[in-house]
């Protein structure tokens, strides 16, 4: 209790009260940067994983959407002839589906790491 009285009013205190209180100030604008730093955090965590999951199903919709085209063009090419109208229906779908895949760059291949002792990490 003498402390804090101490440090709410440090008129006449030692220096070393002085000192003291302003280091204790310090550390409550540390801790409510820290919590205000923590929160944040989490929220971006939260945007993270949710965007994470957004990612997923569109990889799991575009791979349903390739699996349709490439049966239909299995369908057409077992049909020996197709009309002109058809082929050009299937040419555009597939420039679509090329023009979303365009949109998503392929992961790049990331070379092993040489360890210390030449073993790979």
Do not use: F, Y
Not at 17 to 36: A, F, M, P, R
Not at 42 to 63: R, Y
């Amino acid at each position: 209790m003498a402390i804090r009285v101490i440090l709410e009013d440090n008129r006449g205190c030692s220096e070393d009260d002085k000192l003291l209180h302003n280091i204790w100030t310090h550390v409550q604008l540390i801790h409510e940067q820290n919590k205000q730093i923590m929160a944040t955090q989490q929220e971006l965590a939260a945007q993270i994983n949710q965007i994470s999951t957004q990612v997923g199903k569109i990889k799991d919709e575009s791979n349903a959407t390739l699996q349709k085209v490439q049966e239909l063009q299995d369908v057409i090419n077992n049909q020996g002839g197709v009309s002109p109208e058809l082929q050009q229906a299937v040419d555009n779908l597939k420039a679509q589906v090329q023009v979303v895949d365009d949109l998503v760059t392929d992961a790049p291949v990331i070379p092993p790491i040489e360890g210390e002792n030449g073993g790979t990490l």
